[in-house]
């Protein structure tokens, strides 16, 4: 058993490889490892690791999404997507067991990772300027990057969404291998920082704004080196906006003009208003919240918006019918009604009391500050940019996404004996 333990604990140390390959691979690694952990711990009577607030709501929103699919339109496609999102509980309590039984495990499990970050990160400065990466890739979208991910335009939603894991992962390393390591660690923020932005993808970018006001306000550590990290890095974003027409039109005049609902005749035709991102995303949400108006108790069925979004009663515009609402909360309101959505409130108001704890003991009490709050706001911090209401989202259901949302949860975990 000794065995396969180790041989499952390196598999989740290249799980952020198998992210960047694709959702097959990584979908893998979870389902067993989440499969494996459950076994391991029934034949060990060992189910400490399951005791905690995060399960145990998890357990009971798992029971919700399968009673919910039971009234869908269609049972059987709703029932495949939840049932088996009780591995992603799992997963995160596997986390938490690999990282209390054994504090070697971050260490590896943070140099791992801050290597393929990294590799992801200096691929994609390649792509931006030679026009494809280091294995030949090329973006199918002249004015956005792909790196390592193709066809999917994702890249900067995996550098930003794990952006604070790596922020974790610093921390964790300065504190356990040596101190400089944070200062180091300098050209990698402001480097994360600018790719971001000539990615293109203005949610991701959005993502990391709300990560590195967190982090100056939250974080006792490192917060001169981010304060002058973020200045070098805006100042570095607004030069390349000056001489590169293509990011200039994407970042600024389009999200403007998408805004202000004046660039294209069909943004028109919806009277000049001020509408949510674009109309496209409009036509998203005013359906979605139609379905909740129908469905506020139990929503339509997990993963059923594609299968709704056509009927008369819910839908808006010609672009209210899509896979999915592009909008996390709105999609959760839709999908799985108030009920649902109480999970979600209510893990919004755990993060924002925590924060709220944070913010009072460091500027307003002179209780001398613990540096393992650090390592834990960076992953609050990650959760609560990942849910952020006012920014667009991909599908919560979605297995790639759901594992980049659940991994760094099970370091949150991470305690001292003086913590």
């Not at 939840?82 to 209390?100: E, H, K, Q």
């Not at 294995?135 to 939603?157: N, T």
């Not at 959005?206 to 974080?219: E, M, R, T, Y």
Request: proline letters at 3%; one cysteine or more.
């Amino acid at each position: 058993m000794k065995k396969s333990l180790n041989f499952f604990r390196y598999l989740i140390y290249i799980l952020p490889a198998a992210i960047v390959s694709g959702p097959f691979i990584s979908d893998a690694i979870v389902t067993i490892s989440s499969l494996f952990f459950l076994f391991y711990s029934i034949k060990n009577k060992n189910f400490t690791s399951l005791n905690n607030i995060f399960f145990k709501l998890f357990l009971i929103f798992w029971f919700y999404l399968i009673i919910s699919s039971f009234f869908s339109m269609e049972v059987l496609v709703s029932l495949k997507t939840s049932i088996p999102y009780i591995r992603f509980a799992l997963f995160t309590c596997f986390i938490i067991f690999l990282v209390n039984e054994n504090e070697k495990f971050i260490k590896n499990f943070s140099i791992y990772f801050i290597i393929i970050y990294c590799v992801v990160l200096f691929d994609s400065y390649v792509q931006y300027f030679f026009g494809s990466n280091i294995i030949g890739l090329e973006s199918p979208q002249g004015d956005r990057l792909s790196s390592f991910f193709g066809e999917e335009m994702i890249v900067g939603s995996f550098l930003s969404r794990l952006f604070p894991l790596v922020l974790f992962c610093i921390l964790f390393l300065s504190k356990k291998l040596n101190k400089n390591i944070k200062y180091f660690s300098a050209i990698l923020l402001i480097l994360t920082d600018v790719i971001i932005f000539l990615t293109g993808e203005r949610t991701s970018f959005g993502i990391l704004l709300i990560i590195n006001v967190g982090f100056i306000i939250l974080i006792n550590q490192m917060k001169i080196l981010r304060i002058f990290t973020f200045v070098t890095s805006i100042l570095l974003i607004s030069f390349i906006t000056i001489v590169d027409s293509n990011v200039k039109n994407r970042m600024i005049d389009q999200t403007i003009n998408e805004f202000t609902n004046n660039s294209t005749s069909s943004n028109i035709s919806k009277e000049g208003k001020l509408k949510t991102f674009s109309i496209v995303h409009q036509d998203h949400y005013e359906t979605a919240i139609n379905m909740f108006k129908h469905n506020p108790i139990i929503g339509v069925g997990p993963k059923m918006f594609r299968y709704e979004c056509h009927k008369e009663e819910y839908l808006v515009g010609k672009w209210g019918c899509t896979s999915h609402p592009h909008h996390f909360h709105i999609q959760i309101l839709a999908e799985t009604g108030i009920i649902g959505y109480l999970f979600i409130f209510f893990g919004i108001f755990f993060v924002l009391k925590k924060f709220i704890v944070t913010i009072y003991q460091t500027y307003f009490t002179s209780k001398e500050y613990n540096n393992i709050y650090d390592l834990k706001n960076c992953i609050l911090i990650g959760i609560f940019a990942n849910i952020f209401p006012l920014l667009p989202s991909g599908n919560v259901f979605n297995n790639w996404l759901s594992i980049v949302y659940f991994l760094p949860v099970g370091f949150y975990f991470y305690k001292t004996k003086n913590d």
